[in-house]
Structure formats: structure tokens, C-alpha cells
T-cell receptor, first 108, second 114 residues
Framework: SQQGEEDPQALSIQEGENATMNCSYK?????LQWYRQNSGRGLVHLIL?????REKHSGRLRVTLDTSKKSSSLLITASRAADTASYFC????????FGSGTQLTVLP | DAGVIQSPRHEVTEMGQEVTLRCKPI?????LFWYRQTMMRGLELLIY????????DSGMPEDRFSAKMPNASFSTLKIQPSEPRDSAVYFC????????????FGQGTRLTVV
């Protein structure tokens, strides 16, 4: 399968806590991207990590990539209620294919 | 730029009718993607254009679905005839490069076939 598989499917945390979402895949990739989708809206790009990179930061986001294990993680630090959304990993390998997503709920 | 623009935002149609979804990509972007999102199947890539040419249409479910990109600023996804199982949210996205760069999504068209 060219899709990534996110874990967990759903995550509920308190505001201020950190949220970690994982993505595993089976194919070779050029890069891996993370997107966010608020309910009823389109997807918004968060961060792109290339296959030769191991870690990348953007504000409160930290993404890691382990190509030997074919896995990536997205860490959101000091979460806020406004971070409540679905988060998807997307694999770039001759197509851009999305996983099933993690539904994150941040409770105020 | 206003971003990727899709129309209509909502479409309700009767089974058997033709449905046309429209997309205006971001100016200067040379790749365009059509995705379908359902609860059961998640986000599925239907077709991908690069420089107005269809590169990969392996995700198009069946012959009832067709997509065109007559120029760099416009694309359509047509379903004829429509069926209730086509009900989904259809997203258009565009990017500067090919599948290896950031994709910008439209707000989607929610299609309901009754």
C-alpha cells in the first residue's frame, strides 16, 4: 500500500499537554508531509520533511522521520484548544497519498 | 492570490444526473490534484495533472468519472451518471512542483446524490 497509517486514530488531551501522532508506511518515499484539516474545511499543509532529513521544526511542531523504520512522528507542544483537528501524513512517491488521519481533541 | 477555488461548495443531485465540479488552481502552479474524501475510504487520489496533462488517473473509480484541464487555470471533474455511492467531499489541490511539493487545497465540494 502507498498509504501511510496514522496512529492513534483518535487522541484526546488537555490544553497545555503535548500531542504525538505517528505515521508508518511501507514504500520508499521522496518526502513526507503533514497536513491538518479542521472540520468541514480543506487540508492545510503543516510541514514537509525530505527523505534525507531526520528532524524538522516549525513553531510548536516537531516532525521526525526514520526511513529505516519507515515511520514519522508529529509532535505538537503546549497544545491549545484551537489545535483540535484531524492530522494526516502524506507520502510523496510518484503521487501524494494520504493516510486515514488522527483526530486530535484538545480540551480547554 | 485567493487560493484554490472550487465550485459549487455544495451540490445535491438526483441519481442518474450529470454532475460537474470545477476548480481554479493557484496561478503559477503546474500540478493539480482531485481527491475524494469519505468516512469509509478516507482521502483518495482520483487524478493528477501536470502542466495540464493527466499523469495518473488510476484512482478514477470507473468510466462514469472524467476529468479535464483545458488550460492552466481551470479543471473539471464530471460524473455521469451519478450514483448515491458517489456522495462525498471532493477536493481540488494544486502545487508548484509535482507530487513532491506542498499542496494547497480548496475548500471542497460536498456532493450528495439522492
Amino acid at each position: 500500500s502507498q498509504q501511510g497509517e496514522e496512529d492513534p486514530q483518535a487522541l484526546s488531551i488537555q490544553e497545555g499537554e503535548n500531542a504525538t501522532m505517528n505515521c508508518s508506511y511501507k514504500t520508499s518515499i521522496n518526502n513526507l508531509q503533514w497536513y491538518r484539516q479542521n472540520s468541514g474545511r480543506g487540508l492545510v499543509h503543516l510541514i514537509l520533511i525530505r527523505s534525507n532529513e531526520r528532524e524538522k521544526h516549525s513553531g510548536r511542531l516537531r516532525v521526525t522521520l526514520d526511513t529505516s523504520k519507515k515511520s514519522s512522528s508529529l509532535l505538537i507542544t503546549a497544545s491549545r484548544a484551537a489545535d483540535t483537528a484531524s492530522y494526516f501524513c502524506a507520502l510523496s512517491a510518484r503521487q501524494l497519498t494520504f493516510g486515514s488521519g488522527t483526530q486530535l481533541t484538545v480540551l480547554p | 492570490d485567493a487560493g484554490v477555488i472550487q465550485s459549487p461548495r455544495h451540490e445535491v443531485t438526483e441519481m442518474g444526473q450529470e454532475v460537474t465540479l470545477r476548480c481554479k488552481p493557484i496561478s503559477g502552479h503546474n500540478s493539480l490534484f482531485w481527491y475524494r474524501q469519505t468516512m469509509m475510504r478516507g482521502l483518495e487520489l482520483l487524478i493528477y495533472f501536470n502542466n495540464n496533462v493527466p499523469i495518473d488517473d488510476s484512482g478514477m473509480p470507473e468510466d462514469r468519472f472524467s476529468a479535464k484541464m483545458p488550460n492552466a487555470s481551470f479543471s473539471t471533474l464530471k460524473i455521469q451518471p451519478s450514483e448515491p455511492r458517489d456522495s462525498a467531499v471532493y477536493f481540488c489541490a494544486s502545487s508548484l512542483g509535482q507530487w513532491d511539493t506542498e499542496a494547497f487545497f480548496g475548500q471542497g465540494t460536498r456532493l450528495t446524490v439522492v
